[in-house]
C-alpha cells in the first residue's frame, strides 16, 4: 500500500471504504488498478531495504510525520 489511497467512498454513515493501488496481474500485466484495503489477497505493500550505515533517527512513520533517517 502507498501513503496516498486511489480514493475514499462512503458507502454508508457508519463508514467508507478506501481504495489503494494494486499493479495487475496475467490479464493486464503491469498495469494499475485498485482494490480495496479489506481485500489484502491483491494489494502490494512496498518495501523499503536500508544499508546497515542508515539509522532511523526521528519521525513515527505516517504520512505527516515521516521517518527521519541519517547515514
Known amino acids: 500500500w502507498t501513503m496516498s ?3 475514499f467512498s462512503m458507502i454508508t454513515s457508519a463508514g467508507g ?6 499493479v495487475q496481474g ?6 494499475l ?3 480495496g484495503v479489506r481485500d ?3 494489494v502490494v505493500r512496498p518495501v ?12 513515527s ?3 505527516s510525520d515521516p521517518y527521519t533517517l541519517t547515514i
Open 5 to 7: 489511497p486511489y480514493s
Open 61 to 63: 512513520g505516517t504520512g
Open 48 to 59: 523499503v531495504s536500508l544499508k546497515s550505515n542508515v539509522l532511523v533517527t526521528g519521525g
Open 26 to 31: 496475467s490479464s493486464n500485466p503491469g498495469t
Open 40 to 42: 489484502s489477497s491483491v
Open 17 to 22: 471504504i478506501v481504495l489503494v493501488f494494486i
Open 33 to 35: 488498478g485498485n482494490a
